[in-house]
């Protein structure tokens, strides 16, 4: 009885490993096509200054637009990218898109302030040797300056293989390119790493941030990250900010930017291209 009730146990098992292995194949063939079909996708979403609520820039983030199962958000696409080596192609087209949508804004709107690109990096290919290159190349095919870039890596990115995150580091900032440590206070290096790599930008991770106006364990934790920037003299966003409650908490504690659902979600070009035409300021 036992071991017909084992044995069930493991078909099931069985089963559902064949048909997870079977998915991942899929997706990743067809993830291998997704490039060439066209058929992903670039969001912008705005990232805004606390204090004016003026639009500062924004955030690239991929989607990838399925022919049969819609709209897929990055999570369903992006760890399987990491793991087969894909992601290091759809980063550098996602680099090429925002900087190329960033070289039509700053065209279209020439009267307003510069606005910034904030675009991701994976560890993969914020390692690879051939970074530097690509990201020239693409800066000077899009005719997109430096300092208008801004390229966002997590801790972990950087403490993988330091030597070689220094060295990319550095010729990011050659090129007055912005580097953000994205996720920040999820990874291990934090602190004592730090002062030790060129970061210009450090962006709360929106688990601390969602829980912040209730917990005061996560409080403290924004309120450190916040104080530290100021005292390193690197600049600080607030992800995911959802309420008018964290805003103002975060506007106190003297966070300068912040991004979240509260401001706007990801949205496409066209929709983004209208916030910028009239100016939008976040007020409240
Ligand atoms: P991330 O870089 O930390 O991006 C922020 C994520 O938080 C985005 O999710 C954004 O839509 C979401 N978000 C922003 N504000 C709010 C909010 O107020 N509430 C909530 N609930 N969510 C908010 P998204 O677009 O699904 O992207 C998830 C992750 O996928 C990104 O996290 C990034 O790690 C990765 N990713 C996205 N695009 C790329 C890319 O082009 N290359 C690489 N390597 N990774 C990417
Ligand atoms: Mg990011
Ligand atoms: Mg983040
Ligand atoms: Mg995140």
Redesign the pocket.
């Known amino acids: 009885k036992a071991k017909e009730h084992g044995r069930a146990r493991y078909e099931i098992f069985a089963t559902s490993m064949y048909t997870h292995a079977l998915d991942r194949l899929k997706v990743e063939n067809e993830l291998r096509r997704a490039i060439e079909r066209q058929e992903l996708v670039?969001?912008y979403?705005p990232i805004v200054a606390l204090t004016s609520g003026a639009l500062q820039g924004f955030?690239?983030?991929?989607?990838w637009q399925h022919p049969i199962r819609g709209l897929l958000?990055?999570?369903e696409f992006?760890p399987i990218?990491?793991e087969t080596g894909l992601?290091t192609g759809?980063?550098r087209w996602?680099l090429l898109q925002a900087c190329q949508q960033l070289k039509r804004w700053q065209q279209q709107f020439s009267s307003l302030p510069p606005l910034v690109m904030s675009?991701?990096?994976?560890a993969r290919?914020f390692s690879q040797p051939s970074l530097i290159e690509q990201i020239d190349q693409i800066l000077q095919i899009t005719s997109v300056r430096g300092n208008s870039l801004k390229i966002?890596v997590?801790e972990t990115a950087i403490i993988k293989k330091p030597e070689l995150a220094k060295i990319a580091l550095q010729q990011l900032r050659d090129r007055q390119i912005c580097v953000c440590l994205?996720?920040f206070g999820t990874g291990y290096s934090s602190l004592s790493y730090l002062h030790q790599f060129p970061v210009d930008t450090l962006?709360i991770?929106?688990s601390f941030i969602?829980s912040m106006d209730r917990e005061s364990g996560n409080y403290e934790i924004v309120r450190a990250i916040i104080n530290l920037g100021l005292n390193l003299a690197i600049d600080v966003i607030a992800?995911?900010?959802?309420t008018p409650s964290q805003k103002l908490l975060l506007t106190e504690l003297g966070c300068q930017s912040g991004?979240?659902?509260?401001f706007s979600?990801?949205m496409e070009p066209t929709v983004a291209a209208n916030l910028i035409a009239h100016q939008q300021y976040w007020v409240a």
């Open positions: 670039v969001y979403q955030e690239a983030l991929v989607r958000s990055p999570s992006i990218a990491e992601i759809i980063d996602v675009v991701n990096l994976s290919q966002e997590t994205d996720d962006k991770d929106r969602s992800e995911g900010i959802e991004q979240g659902y509260l979600r990801p």
